[in-house]
């Protein structure tokens, strides 16, 4: 896959696809499922053994590994002596049950980049401006421990440290315990203010999860947006009785509020067309018991838009049903968590860069609008970042089925590959 | 509390009384919750703590204490030697943060009405036609092992033993690991068609789980029939995706189709009113994560009522909208267990020995019908048998709050232990 054009900094040979494809192989047969995906959540062994593996590939190649506070792990290469680092990277954790390219193949690309980086600089008489460096972020998908995006998070300073630590999973382990019994948790920041290296500027490639490439038949996708999001957590407070004997004019059922609930949610989508997507994914019910009514469900909605007005107009209308589903199955319904992001837009110089990268190589692009959150959602509010997308087949994302090609995989890494080259080189400058 | 009336033939004395508060309060403190409940499910810690209470106070009053295959326990008094016995008891395990009362004043009335006889029938010189013998069923409550009524389902022939003993828990735990983990898996039968022991009679005492007593202001209830149940377990299956990037259009979301059934459930109690009581009490999401459409949701629906046909017609019913469901989510729902029953009568002799006994000791008695299943809906089948309810406030069982009067609890067990009295004289001969 070497490449003609005059301006391409890195040429890709047919060796570095087939590493590429390798090491992918071999990160995903930690914590595979059965049906193809895998199952790594965030601090538990799985997730341990996966960057153990990282780890061990990078020191094996002169990168400098170090994790910060928060078990984000890094992996650096200093090409510069003391200049600001360009970083890249994506998240090893996995939803439980889920696929094997959501993140992993992100961080496995960036790390390739990296590594092809490293050899050109030592092959060419030349010196890049910055450093590089390859980033794990910690918790990314946020199933085990809320909120998603901890460790990037924590990184830009939108969550303090202190209370990403002390979030509990529902065993009760505190994140600071889990990264403590997978030996994930540093004593200092690896990038920071006072610190001794900065970071310049971040890009990060990750699978579509939706089907706009796919559709389109376009191999490389350019983030220009985010979708808004709202995220809640509910109790739903009834009162717990025997399900056969208590005359069902005396019930307060938290499980049937609930079901009024997640019924309604859908309907908002359904009003509201496209431009709407909503979910409850997580509900449990307490007791749980066959022939007990329930008195207590905690859920989590998701509502995503790429308007702040419509997503303000849903919030709104799902306030008001909520109250009337109070009326109607005689329950509380609390809400004790939010976790809300307004629509925001990728730097379009990061946009440009990669668009003309895409050019150079021969490859279609197009703009594209990420209905997930992604570590990169939290990188640009501090740093010029690019984000790109590969296609997903179908769409399929936070499951086993998951699946992107060879051919796509291959082809996202080069264009990261030649995107952080020329940042390197000042692109942003 | 002593009576006049020529006919009764067991004074019961103040200090009865108290001793039966006294020990009811010890039996409560064992597993108990702040919330004045007691969590004490089948062949867990507590289940085995509170069995040992009862095995102690029965050995320490002459009875012999026995354990059977399945776990039920027995305190066996030979009043004549070789005669069959008559059965009296209930159950001490308890749903999850369940009331204090339900099962275990049954059990604690039957063992004071058999001391009360034991002592009656040391004082006087005359002798019964029948042993009478304390029973602790097992598993009752079918909250950690289903099917409910375990342990007098197996005593009478109803369920298989080897079903009951390879019946697993959420965490793949047996009935039998757990019974010989707390050492109450009996070597043999107790009582049997060929065993030395026989049955003659059973006689029961419960909480009302309702409210018919209360608001009747009367003391004792004659349960002359049950309502009938049908109880299904159902899997949704649907399609693992991601919460916010998936089209709404290529969702199958099992938890929306889940909570579609639970909204239908109890739409079918609205339509047929008082004659039919149905929930949703379990209901468990795969993977359940807070950005996860989920795969798979089971759950437990309980249809009970009055009228078999009724309830013909309310599963027809059900079953036509479940298919319209499957479309409308876009989920298939698979039904994988059933447990059902049909209404059925108590004999008529046990309700007007009851009557008498009430009428005789200057208490009012109603007839009722019981909702909920009990150990005697199994006895009942095989021998005659007298089920008896006490005021329950509020109706409130399952529950932490449950709760009946003290003096009720006292003219219960008076009335439960003059009926036995008169059985064992030959009442049902």
């Known amino acids: 896959m070497s490449n003609t054009h005059g301006r391409v900094v890195v040429d890709v040979e047919q ?6 494809l390798a090491d992918f192989a071999a990160l995903s047969a930690i914590g595979a499922t059965p049906a193809g995906g895998v199952e790594r959540q965030a601090a538990t062994p799985e ?8 780890q061990a590939w990078l020191a094996g190649r002169g990168f400098t590994v170090a994790q910060d506070r928060v078990g984000n792990l890094f992996g650096l290469l200093e090409l510069v002596p003391g200049a600001p680092y360009v970083l890249a990277g994506s998240h090893l954790d996995s939803q439980p049950r889920g696929g094997r390219f959501d993140g992993a193949y992100g961080v496995l690309a960036a790390a390739h980049a990296a590594e092809r980086l490293r050899r050109h600089y030592a092959a060419v008489h030349d010196r890049p401006r910055y450093n590089i460096a390859v980033v794990d972020w910690f918790n990314e998908e946020g199933s085990r421990f809320k909120p998603s995006m901890m460790g990037s998070g924590v990184f830009t300073g939108a969550l303090p440290l202190e209370q990403a630590l002390a979030t509990t999973d529902v065993g009760g382990v505190t994140v600071g315990e889990a990264l403590d019994a997978m030996g994930a948790r540093g004593e200092a920041d690896v990038f920071g ?14 699978i579509e999860q939706g089907r706009e490439l796919e559709k389109a038949g376009i191999g490389i996708g350019l983030v220009d947006s985010t979708w808004a999001a709202n995220k809640y957590e509910l109790s739903v407070l009834g009162s717990q009785a025997h399900t056969g004997a208590t005359a069902m004019a005396d019930r307060r059922d938290a499980l049937y509020g609930a079901a009024l609930v997640v019924v309604a949610v859908r309907e908002l989508a359904d009003r ?3 431009d709407l997507h909503t979910s409850c994914g997580q509900l449990t019910v307490y007791p749980n018991s066959p022939v007990v009514v329930a008195r207590e469900v905690h859920m989590h909605l998701d509502l995503r838009s ?14 008001v049903r909520l109250a009337e589903i109070e009326v109607q199955a005689d329950v509380t ?4 968590y939010a976790h809300t992001w307004r629509g925001q837009v990728y730097q379009p110089e990061g946009v440009e860069l990669a668009r003309s990268v895409a050019t150079d190589l021969g490859l279609a692009s197009v703009e594209v609008r990420t209905r997930a959150g992604h570590d990169s959602t939290n990188m640009k509010d501090r740093v010029p970042t690019v984000m790109l997308f590969v296609p997903s087949v179908d769409g399929i994302s936070h499951a086993e089925s ?3 090609h060879d051919e796509d995989l291959c082809r996202g890494t080069q264009v990261l590959t030649e995107t952080l080259a020329r940042i390197l080189q000042g692109a942003f400058d």
């Open 193 to 206: 203010e006072n610190a001794r290296r900065a970071v310049a500027a971040y890009a990060e490639i990750h």
């Open 402 to 404: 998951e699946f992107t």
């Open 333 to 336: 319904i609390n809400r004790t």
């Open 15 to 20: 060796a570095d696809d087939i590493a590429l």
């Open 272 to 274: 509201f067309g496209l």
């Open 47 to 54: 997730d341990g053994q996966t960057r153990a593996w990282l």
């Open 306 to 319: 790429p308007s702040d007005e419509l997503l303000a107009e849903a919030d709104e209308l799902l306030r």
